[in-house]
């Protein structure tokens, strides 16, 4: 089989960076060692950074690239080929391609599209197109009411491996009642609403919530439950949100919106998943909690890029530069190790032997983290 010794490298491992050397052979790591190699085949990485291929369980990256304008479409294979290799230059090597079962508006760019994105995300795959490893996220919206028929048209591919419950009604999770006003500013700037149209539109969701919610969740929850897909949910604002998720099985909190759900979240074996731009901008754009600050208290496990690729490896570089408890390695875990376990994928996320060769090579510029090089199951990708 083919070899690569990769030596004179910091390896981030799970606990620890340390000088070493990594021996790859036929896609997978093969060993390591710590201290520099002497044979003459071996790659010099000159002090860089060595971890793990960053695992995103989160991004809709893709959907710009679909309608990269309104009223634009773009070639399905083209629009999928940019997405991918933006993301492998921004050090990701396994992406859950976040697509949404439903919208709050029925009619939208989301439903229209889903079909022929999550066909050329599942068609480039299966071709061999992509530098990095797709897989699907199915983000699925509990107040649709057609959530269910196309839920059930792609459970059954076996690129799904994650399934997350959104419920963005008024009066729930990222919109509780005192934060009406915040919903009614948001969507009515979305859609272009008049007061009248913004007054039948709440009654319209929460119509839909009271008749669709609360079935709909415990039916996903356990169809995904019996298959052993991971689920994840979304927007927890309470101590009972938290309790709620993890009774129903549920694996990993994405985006609580408070330091309450999230800590209730972590004590209860949930992994709590904070966007990267949070962490970069300082705070939550939505005036949620900041990722900053649930590092500090220790219930921060996973973070992810959401809509800026690029984000996510400063961003964890930037965790353990903060006044908190998360050393280098610790840091680089919420983007490799705990998003992968989480997921289930147990085959990647750490240097470890027997693991498949994802790889980032990484040099710290006093700017910022400079991506050099990326495998790919020991190709290099970028």
């Known amino acids: 089989m083919q070899e690569q010794i990769l030596s004179n490298a910091q390896l981030i491992l799970r ?22 190699s002497n044979l ?16 995103e369980l989160h991004t809709d990256n ?19 080929a940019t997405h991918d290799a933006q993301l492998a230059s921004s050090g990701i090597t396994t992406s859950f391609d976040s697509v949404a079962l439903g919208d709050i ?13 999550i066909a050329s995300i599942v068609a480039s795959e299966q071709a061999g197109l992509n530098r990095i490893n797709h897989l699907l996220h199915l983000r699925c919206e509990v107040t649709f009411p057609k959530m269910m028929a196309f839920f059930e048209r792609y459970i059954g591919n076996e690129m799904v491996k994650l399934v997350s419950v959104m419920d963005h009604a008024p009066g729930q999770r990222q919109f509780p009642p005192e934060n009406l006003g915040k919903y009614r500013d948001y969507y009515q700037g979305k859609y272009g609403f008049s007061d009248q149209q913004m007054d039948r539109f709440i009654v319209e969701q929460k119509a839909n919530a009271a008749k669709y919610s609360d079935k709909y969740r415990r039916q996903l929850c356990e169809i995904c439950n019996e298959r052993g897909i991971a689920l994840a949910s979304h927007d927890d604002a309470t101590l009972e949100h938290a309790e709620e998720s993890a009774a129903l099985g ?31 901008r300082g705070g939550s754009h939505s005036g949620n ?14 973070l992810s890029s959401d809509y800026y690729p690029s984000g996510l490896l400063p961003a964890a570089f930037k965790v353990a530069e903060l006044d908190n408890g998360y050393d280098l390695a610790a840091a680089v875990a919420l983007v490799t190790a705990n998003p992968a376990l989480a997921a289930n994928l147990f085959d990647r996320g750490e240097l470890k032997t027997g693991l498949r060769a994802d790889l980032v090579q990484v040099h710290k510029h006093e700017l910022m983290p400079m991506i050099r090089r990326v495998w790919n199951l020991g190709q290099r990708v970028f």
């Not at 070493?20 to 896609?27: A, E, F, Q, S």
């Not at 003459?40 to 695992?55: H, I, K, R, T, W």
């Not at 990993?252 to 949070?278: C, D, I, R, W, Y």
């Not at 909690?289 to 996973?302: M, R, S, T, Y």
Request: glycine residues 8%.
């Open 15 to 36: 606990d620890e960076v340390k000088t070493g050397t990594l021996l790859v052979r036929g896609g997978k790591i093969a060993d390591i060692s710590f201290g520099n």
């Open 40 to 55: 003459s085949q071996a790659e010099d990485l000159q002090g860089d950074y060595l971890l793990p291929g960053l695992v």
């Open 62 to 80: 893709q959907e710009k690239y679909f309608t990269p304008r309104p009223k634009v479409d773009w070639p399905a294979h083209l629009a999928m």
């Open 105 to 117: 508006a029925g009619d939208s760019t989301r439903v229209e599209k889903l079909d022929s994105m």
């Open 250 to 280: 549920m694996q990993v909190a994405e985006f609580p919106t408070t330091v309450a759900a999230a800590q209730a979240s972590h004590e209860l074996g949930l992994k709590v998943l904070m966007g990267a731009p949070n962490i970069i």
């Open 289 to 302: 909690v900041a990722a900053k600050e649930l590092a500090e208290l220790g219930c921060l496990d996973i």
